[in-house]
């Protein structure tokens, strides 16, 4: 495992994924009914055809959303699709869970003087709502790059990773992404950010490991602790 003390040593921005690391957001509104329900819209639609049986059966909005524009990206369709998510998403954020520790890591990285962005495949209104209800938007300002209108940059394309390292300026050895799953992993290796794995349980530990990150911890608190280590040397 690479160290994290090493890692933050060279980090002047961190880009958080947004669900997962910061808060679960489908925590009492299920990401597998969401799936479940823009699988139905396709069906109604008549595109149900557009998704493998294993991508209609992911239970991950996302993955539904990315393989249908990736099928048909020039369809007029997709934005009514990812407006249906969109809608979900909102609502999923009025019962979403904060991350523990998330919200002392974020603003003890800012009180330690580091940049701050999210790189997510979630809506950026979704994101901004969450982050104002807990007082965090301020942390961020306009470095929070959702997916855009460009549907097939979804992650594991880096795209959200190269809009935040522009709009920070920030070199891409220079930031650090935090993020949960195997895409996060993969994106920011094609971004040439050096990563940091969350990972809850087991599961998701050996999924990222799989994917090829070399440093995972359990609990934001791992983090905190080497931020809050700075902050009292300073």
């Known amino acids: 495992m690479a160290d994290l003390r090493e890692l933050f040593d060279s980090t002047t921005c961190v880009l958080f994924d947004f669900d997962g690391p910061v808060c679960r957001l489908f925590a009492g509104y299920p990401a597998d009914g969401v ?15 557009l998704l493998t049986g294993d991508e209609a059966r992911s239970g991950d909005p996302h993955a539904v959303l990315r393989a249908v524009a990736l099928a048909a990206p020039d369809s007029g369709f997709l934005a009514e699709l990812e407006a249906e998510l969109t809608e979900h998403e909102l609502r999923a954020t009025d019962t979403a869970e904060p991350t523990q520790y998330a919200d002392e890591l974020i603003l003890a990285l800012r009180s330690a003087g580091r940049g701050l962005a999210i790189t997510t495949n979630n809506s950026a209104p979704v994101v901004a709502r969450y982050l104002t209800a807990r007082g965090l938007i301020d942390c961020f300002g306009h470095h929070i790059h959702g997916r855009t209108r460009d549907l097939h940059r979804l992650k594991p394309d880096p795209d959200c990773l190269l809009r935040a390292l522009d709009s920070t300026g920030v070199a ?3 930031a650090l992404m935090i993020g949960d799953t195997p895409a996060d992993c993969v994106a920011a290796r094609k971004a040439g950010v050096p990563f940091v794995g969350y990972a809850r349980n087991q599961r998701k530990r050996n999924l990222l490991l799989g994917a090829g990150a070399t440093t995972v911890v359990p609990s934001m608190k791992s983090v905190l602790m080497v931020v809050g280590s700075d902050l009292e040397a300073q």
């Open 35 to 49: 799936a479940a329900d823009l699988v139905s819209w396709l069906r109604r639609q008549g595109r149900e055809g």
């Open 172 to 174: 891409a050895g220079r």
